[in-house]
Nanobody
């Protein structure tokens, strides 16, 4: 059974930092691309950042330069360091695991709330 468990969300003021972590189990972590998505009230879920199995990263324009995604294949974890947070970063953040190709699969975590006050 695949599990993605997020942690690290909370309430912070604008300009502060948070670090989200996602612990994965039940899957071959190293072959999965990992990503962070977010969904604000009344809005669609959007990609924040992802990292390929090989370590290549991709960021939404709105977070580039402020957020950093990283992975630790030895610990089966992916993290999102969020600096200079803005009120518009307020959302539920979801961890995602995706494997392309013949063995395509996709999994989601339950989400963690990030609230940034102005």
């Amino acid at each position: 059974q695949v599990q993605l468990v997020e942690s690290g969300g909370g309430l912070v003021q604008a300009g502060e930092s948070l670090r989200l972590s996602c612990a994965a189990s039940g899957l071959l972590f190293s072959v999965h691309a990992m990503g962070w998505y977010r969904q604000a009230p009344g809005k669609q879920r959007e990609l924040v950042a992802d990292i390929s199995s090989g370590g290549s990263t991709n960021y939404a324009a709105s977070v580039k330069g402020r957020f950093t995604i990283s992975r630790d294949n030895a610990k089966n974890t992916v993290s999102l360091q969020m600096n200079s947070l803005k009120p518009e970063d307020t959302a539920v953040y979801y961890c995602n695991a995706k494997r392309a190709g013949w063995y395509w699969s996709e999994y989601w975590g339950q989400g963690t709330q990030v609230t940034v006050s102005s």
